[in-house]
């Protein structure tokens, strides 16, 4: 059901954990599911992300896409970091049974919600980023995946 890289990502979690004076905090629920992700960003002044940590209340897939993601966006800029979308972390782990795309939406969200905490203390727009949600639901999945 499961390809190796989630059965990786799920049983060894790569940056877990939280971030003393992150740059930007984001967190996204799923009412649904009642799983929350929490991601903590840590940005130079070339807005370069330099550090990033998850925390995951939540199922397998959905740490795993944490784990994966919180990987891909390291060492991007905040721009480069807009591309990791839950269809790059998906692929990036070989895929997820379609019941769990929705795991894979809430790194997404996580991520663009701490990128706009950052923007937010900062004073700064971050092109191509709106304000994110605090709660995906099934409607939500089907307009994005
Ligand atoms: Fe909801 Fe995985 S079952 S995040």
Same mark, same amino acid.
């Given at each position: 059901?499961?390809?190796? #890289?989630?059965?990786?990502?799920?049983?060894?979690?790569?940056?877990?954990?939280?971030?003393?004076?992150?740059?930007?905090?984001? &967190?996204?629920?799923? %009412?649904?599911?009642?799983?929350?992700?929490?991601?903590?960003?840590?940005?130079?002044?070339?807005?370069?992300? #330099?550090?990033? #940590?998850?925390?995951?209340?939540?199922?397998?897939?959905?740490?795993?896409?944490?784990?994966? %993601? &919180?990987?891909?966006?390291?060492?991007?800029?905040?721009?480069?970091?807009?591309?990791?979308?839950?269809?790059?972390?998906?692929? %990036?782990?070989?895929?997820?049974?379609?019941? #769990?795309?929705?795991?894979?939406?809430?790194?997404?969200? %996580?991520?663009?919600?701490?990128?706009?905490?950052?923007?937010?203390?900062?004073?700064?727009?971050?092109?191509?980023? &709106?304000?994110?949600?605090?709660?995906?639901?099934?409607?939500?999945?089907?307009?994005?995946?």
């Amino acid at each position: 059901m499961y390809s190796e #890289k989630v059965m990786d990502h799920f049983t060894n979690p790569r940056n877990m954990g939280e971030l003393d004076n992150p740059s930007g905090v984001g &967190t996204v629920g799923n %009412a649904k599911c009642g799983d929350i992700m929490r991601i903590y960003l840590d940005i130079d002044e070339n807005n370069v992300i #330099k550090d990033c #940590k998850f925390k995951t209340f939540g199922c397998g897939a959905a740490v795993a896409t944490s784990s994966m %993601a &919180t990987e891909l966006v390291k060492g991007k800029t905040i721009e480069e970091a807009l591309t990791v979308t839950n269809k790059a972390v998906m692929e %990036a782990l070989d895929g997820l049974p379609p019941v #769990k795309v929705h795991c894979s939406l809430l790194a997404e969200e %996580a991520i663009h919600a701490a990128l706009w905490d950052y923007a937010q203390k900062n004073g700064i727009e971050i092109k191509g980023l &709106t304000e994110p949600k605090k709660d995906i639901h099934e409607d939500d999945e089907e307009e994005e995946y």
